[in-house]
């Protein structure tokens, strides 16, 4: 990869690691839904405000409506399991299980895009499950079946993230390609269509107690514009540049920085079980993404 590529892949871990803290400082008060739609309608508005300012030429060349469809699977799904996750899982918990994205992804890979995986990847998906596995039995959240219903919830965002990045393959850049802020815009659309119907009811029949102070709000300005649009473009013009595997490590590094935000500002504890299940989550997503060698015929 390049050098900007690799500067792009921290940067976005380092935006994407601060998300899992916002979202723990946001979703007590106002909770899943609403963290979830305000989100999307901030990352939506302030991709709106940078095409404007960048006077990009607003031609979907045909593909709003896909990248629509990708924001539903992309965005609205994944950020309102992350959301409702946050409700119990510290925000490095969340973290580290993001990182199974790309195991997800060989997983999905192979069951609907006939892409067969080798040994070191079955072998890392399988090492992967022992991760996830160690990092809810033996950390310091009590488990039983909240943390395990928390955790397959994380683990259904991470399989409609692996299942984007083919679908963008398949439906943007296989296409002919489209400009990557233009991709996230309507990507964010999508998910506003999807969310706001279930917010506005949600509202309407059980409000939130609080809508919370400015700060909660700044927080949730950060997780919109910052760790929503501002991401997303770096991320779609990951997978246009590098393709959808690579632009995946980013999920390896973003645990380091998840632990590292939570500690830092939430107080939260740094413990054995944060460095077993991340070491071998890590080991996982290494095996997968190292390249298999060529078979013989």
Known sequence: MKTTDIIRLISLAAIWGA???????IVPTLG???????????????LAAILLIMRVHWN?????????????????????????????????YSAILNATTPLMGVIIGALFFSEKPGLYK??????GIAGVAVLTSTGPVQFNTQLLIAAAECMVATGCYGLASYLTRKWITAKG??????????SQLG????????????????????????TLWLAL???????????YILYFRLIADIGPVKSLTV????????????????????TLAHLMGGVLIGLAVWLVLRPEKPRNT
Do not use: H
């Open 19 to 25: 998300s899992f803290l916002f979202m723990r400082m």
């Open 32 to 46: 899943a839904i609403p963290t979830a739609f305000f989100r999307v309608l901030l990352g939506a508005t302030g």
């Open 60 to 92: 979907f060349k045909g593909k709003l409506g896909t990248a629509m469809m990708l924001g539903v699977i992309n965005s609205g799904i994944p950020f309102v399991m992350f959301s409702l996750a946050a409700k119990l899982l510290p925000a490095g």
């Open 122 to 127: 079955v072998l890392g998906v399988c090492i």
């Open 177 to 186: 390609g489209l400009d990557s802020k233009l991709v996230a815009f309507g």
């Open 191 to 214: 998910a506003v269509a999807l969310l706001l119907p279930i917010f506005s009811y949600g509202a309407m029949t059980q409000a939130p107690a609080s809508w919370g102070n400015s």
């Open 221 to 231: 300005a950060a997780l919109g514009l910052i760790c929503t649009a501002l991401a």
């Open 251 to 270: 999920t390896f590094l973003i645990p380091p920085f998840g632990v590292l935000w939570g500690a830092l500002f939430l107080n939260e504890s740094i």
